[in-house]
């Protein structure tokens, strides 16, 4: 038995420090050299020829508050410690104006010594932020894994979109699973958005990936995901927050001709095939997850024909219930029949850059798109179980 493979980590940016796992760019030390270096000396020859050095001199002093936004707080010292200079020397070298002058050696020293501290807080705080949000990244890759996925039976790949540009993570799901009875394949959505939203879906990645190594059928696997939504609803009801349900597509692919589907209010799987766009399992579709007690007929198993060379799109309603700004809704079966000759691996790209032309706007919801093909090997290796029966 295979496990899915997780795609490689981002090369680090060219100037970006990454200890720790910590990424800073480094701060635009020339550009605030030449700016120090610049006014410096456009400040000392009007000042000559004017003859209000004194007046001008003192505009200097602003020049340790711009590197304090920019650099660090050795960098930021470097450049008071150098207006301070431009602003002191002429209290050595002349009498004249002394007050005046020595007044603004005083305030270059204060405004100096007040940017290097303002640099110094800027810095901790940016390397506080920087430190969650590598944390809450790496948390959050953990619910879902970077793609593409790879075993033995099929490759998924895709793109994950949600509304919420600072999270890795929205409403939507996805796993992969290599078991000893094939790949499962679960994508789903859960109702409503937020942190609520997000808690929902890590109980329900949790529950695929434990069960799926453990029910030898996909309808027990669907089974623990519906179990697994109505504790979290249970949870959530004793907290005072609303209940709710989950709709999921489950797939399970072995090395056989056919392949297993039950789908839980979710979009059909659309099978793409000798140019041809089917929607797969149309018309057997069951309650979502965490509704089940409000129907009486249980859950199957639907069978359909997934040969090699075929791709199977799964998506999320944020791709079939985008609008354009008239207010038709994306139609994704039209715009599949014109992608049936693309590859795989750009139609989801594809499908993403056109229905972010179409709406013309804003995501409004989170957008989850994969693509499944049977492995270029679909030999799957003996499990535990059958090397020790075979012994």
Known sequence: MSRPSRAAPAPAEDGADQGDGISIRTPPTRVVALVTVAATVVTVVLGAVTGTAVLLIGLLVFLPAFASALCTP????????????????????????????????????????????????????????????????????????????????VLVDGVYEPVQ????????????????????????????????????????????????????????????????VVRHNGYAEQRGEPERFVTAVVLGVDTGAETQLVTCGHIPPYLLHDGTVTAVGAGTEHAPLGLADLVDEPRTVSWFPFPTGATLLLCTDGLTEARSPAGAFYPLETRLAGHVDITAGRLTHALVDDVHAFTEGPQQDDLAVLTVRRSPHRMRSPSVGEVSAAG
């Not at 005083?106 to 640099?119: C, E």
């Not at 937020?194 to 929902?200: D, T, Y």
């Not at 529950?207 to 179990?227: C, G, N, Y």
């Open 74 to 153: 050795r960098q930021t010292t470097l450049v008071s410690a150098w207006v301070s200079i431009v602003v002191i020397v002429p209290v050595a070298l002349s009498t004249e104006q002394l007050a005046d002058r020595v007044t603004l050696a005083l305030f270059a020293l204060g405004f100096g010594a007040l940017a290097v501290y303002g640099s110094w807080l800027r810095i901790t705080r940016e390397g506080t932020l920087v430190r969650l949000r590598s944390t809450a990244a790496a948390m959050q890759r953990q619910i879902l894994r970077p793609l593409p996925l790879l075993t033995d039976d």
């Open 165 to 228: 540009q600072d999270k890795l993570v929205g409403g939507d799901i996805y796993d992969v699973a290599a078991t000893p009875w094939g790949t499962r394949v679960l994508i789903g959505d859960v109702q409503g958005k937020g942190l609520p939203a997000i808690g929902m879906a890590i109980d329900v990645v949790g529950a695929f990936r434990e069960a799926a190594h453990r029910e030898p059928t996909v309808t027990a696997l669907v089974d623990s995901l519906e179990a697994a």
